[in-house]
């Protein structure tokens, strides 16, 4: 299995709404990202998590609120989010021993927020 | 800090013909990995070729490879024999070769069309 597994596909939530993104990977992998993306922009890192503990937080605004509850599984937790937050948002997992491996991308979760 | 230079917003080239992207790069680093990832309209980011700057060789997949300068910090991607399926936006990315979980660095993307 060499797939990382986004759900939903799509979302349309309103601003006051409650949502969250989940992430799978089954390839044993100990990093995981989660990557926001802007139409015709390149993925902008959001979060990095390194053996289930919070690596990196790129200033994210706390309306978003990623969690890692095992080593397969990311979430990422939504609230009162903005119009502008709407975006393709990725995942990405590498292996943790190998500094040089690609990372291996979900297929998004297109989000528009009303 | 890292950056990574696409200077081709936009790129077309003719069916079964050749084509080079270019990317250029900046690290104060000896060793890291170049790559260039595929994003077609279905969105997901898909690895087209790796180098490891401690290969002299160029990387070569298939279609496509890659002409890596290490001194100029130049990667460029040509895809040879292009096909409409080849048709997305490619981004270029630069990792620095330390623990596993350091981000990959991008460059702003090139969208590529051909034209049949």
Known sequence: ?114 | AQTVTQSQPEMSVQEAETVTLSCTYDTSESDYYLFWYKQPPSRQMILVIRQEAYKQQNATENRFSVNFQKAAKSFSLKISDSQLGDAAMYFCAYRATLSGNTPLVFGKGTRLSVIA
């Not at chain 1, 299995?1 to 089954?26: A, F, I, R, Y």
């Not at chain 1, 706390?62 to 948002?89: G, I, K, M, T, V």
């Open chain 1, 1 to 114: 299995d060499t797939e990382v597994t986004q759900t939903p596909k799509h979302l349309v939530m309103g601003m006051t709404n409650k949502k969250s993104l989940k992430c799978e990977q089954h390839m044993g992998h100990r990093a995981m990202y989660w990557y926001k993306q802007k139409a015709k922009k390149p993925p902008e890192l959001m979060f990095v998590y390194s053996y289930e503990k919070l690596s990196i937080n790129e200033s994210v605004p706390s309306r978003f609120s990623p969690e890692c509850p095992n080593s397969s599984l990311l979430n990422l937790h939504l609230h009162a989010l903005q119009p502008e937050d709407s975006a393709l948002y990725l995942c990405a997992s590498n292996p943790r021993s190998a500094g040089g491996t690609e990372a291996f991308f979900g297929q998004g979760t297109r989000l528009t927020v009303v």
